[in-house]
């Protein structure tokens, strides 16, 4: 690991430390000077997708990714181009893996749950056996190419015309295209250091992506970022949802999956569902042309949430009452998150509340705030007041009621204060599991009731509605 990804991969950065930030310059539309000039771009894409394809499903089913792997497959690519599919390829199989092993532990915590409740009690609800549905090896559809400086060259160019010349070689050996890139005025003053005036020195690996019959390009570079938050500043937490897509512990929301969002999202599954059926019945037939179930429609509303909550993000960090705090979040593992309606599961998929912990990480570095990410295991069914953590704390999906001193608030409220308070909280960071997590938890509840002269009794009477106990360090 060289010393620029150490700096990177390093976490809870300090005051005063600096660190580097990988920005992107995205959605600089290639230009065709010449025609036919991209046709060399649009010969090799499909054979490039077809080749990390085969990369992808290898090190997703049979091999661990590696990104130096030996070439195996046969290509009418460049060697030069091959290695760059296997590192392309190996990139999207470790996060594949990662998010699927997140979702198979989360699977078996519910299996060991449900397990427990048939054993021990009668079961007064009607919960289904968890069942685990083995997830498809992703699929590349769109043309997508990060590629680096072995096969793609970008120069300063020398004339004024443009700005740059990226230099792409293609399936031809020794045929390279030169495409010029030309800069908005707005863009390259993002691309001037404001220190030295200077253009700043972009990163040798470009993105090349191909949407709606057009090339873009994403260019990228590093800048430092000094952090400017004390330690000591108050801990203000977030927790992120689809009702609210933030609501912070100093009782605040921003943005949400409105009703427009909403009624958006129906109208899109209902024409998809529309499309597969037609799709069914032609197929009986054997129609000659199948309609595609990909709707454009539906990736013009997925580009939209993400802007809500870009704009939700923005405001949580503007807010003049969040001036001078640092931020804790939570890192949510949204494919093992599950509702029992189907209806639900599809809202979650469209609100892209994945999004929202990326574009908070984007926000604290952009304005160097700090943001600690924090464990998020129970954080909903906790109890803010007495630790009491038990799923039965949520009676509905936006109401948090303690079953034990009878804590009342809106469920996201209490759970953004427990995540303001997990900063620093070295015993539960400690722990292994789930399991070992709730223990912790319960240790406290039962040090709260001693606290309150409960003692070791299991029948607690209910307490009146209290207000949270607020600590020195959060809000
Ligand atoms: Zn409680």
């Not at 990909?294 to 969040?322: M, W, Y």
Request: hydrophobic share 35%; net charge positive.
């Amino acid at each position: 690991m060289n010393e620029k990804s150490k700096q990177r991969k390093k976490k809870n950065v300090m005051v005063g430390e600096s660190y580097l930030v990988t920005r992107a310059v995205t959605h600089i539309r290639l230009v065709e000077v010449n025609p036919g000039k991209l046709a060399a771009l649009d010969a090799l894409a499909p054979v490039y997708l077809a080749l990390c394809q085969q990369y992808v499903t290898l090190f997703c089913t049979r091999e661990k990714p590696n990104k130096v792997r030996d070439p195996l497959y046969a290509t009418p690519l460049s060697e030069r181009w091959h290695r760059v599919a296997i590192m392309q390829a190996a990139g999207i199989a470790q996060s594949w893996r990662s998010n699927r092993a997140a979702a198979y532990q989360q699977y078996r915590d519910d299996l060991a749950r449900y397990q427990k409740t048939q054993t021990n009690e009668v079961s007064t609800t009607k919960a289904h056996e968890p069942r685990w549905r083995e997830w498809n090896v992703p699929t590349l559809r769109e043309p997508c190419i990060q590629a680096n400086v072995n096969v793609v060259k970008l120069e300063a160019s020398q004339d004024s015309t443009f700005d740059y010349w990226l230099t792409v070689s293609t399936l031809e050996k020794g045929h390279p295209i030169a495409v010029p890139i030309k800069l908005a005025p707005y863009r390259k003053a993002a691309l001037t250091d404001p220190k030295t005036g200077q253009t700043r020195k972009l990163n040798s690996s470009v993105q090349l992506n191909k949407r709606d019959a057009l090339w873009w390009l994403t260019l990228s570079y590093d800048a430092t970022q000094l952090i400017q938050t004390p330690p000591d500043a108050p801990v203000v937490g977030i927790d992120v949802g689809i009702a609210n897509f933030v609501t912070t512990s100093t009782v605040k929301r921003y943005g949400s999956f409105h009703k427009d969002l909403r009624a958006r999202h129906k109208r899109d599954r209902a024409k998809r569902r529309r499309k597969a059926k037609l799709r069914a019945c032609l197929k009986k037939k054997r129609g000659k042309k199948l309609p595609s179930t990909s709707s454009r429609t539906g990736g013009r509303l997925i580009r939209h949430v993400k802007q809500e909550i870009n704009h939700a993000v923005n405001q949580c960090f503007t807010d003049p009452e969040h001036e001078g705090v640092q931020f804790a979040y939570e890192q949510l593992s949204v494919a093992s998150m599950r509702f029992k309606a189907r209806a639900q599961n599809a809202y979650l998929r469209a609100s892209q509340l994945g999004h929202i912990p990326r574009q908070i990480l984007w926000n604290s570095q952009k304005r160097g705030v700090q943001a600690t990410l924090v464990i998020s295991a129970y954080s909903s069914q906790e109890c803010s007041v007495c630790h009491y953590t038990d799923r039965k704390n949520r009676p509905e999906q936006g109401t948090f009621r303690c079953q034990v001193c009878g804590f009342e608030a809106h469920a996201d409220h209490n759970a953004s204060v427990n995540i303001s308070r997990r900063v620093g909280d070295e015993q539960l960071r400690a722990c292994l599991d789930r399991t070992a997590i709730k223990a912790v938890l319960m240790q406290r509840h039962e040090a709260w009731k001693q606290q309150q002269g409960m003692g070791n009794s299991s029948q607690v009477k209910r307490l009146k509605r209290g207000t949270p106990s607020t600590s020195t360090s959060s809000i």
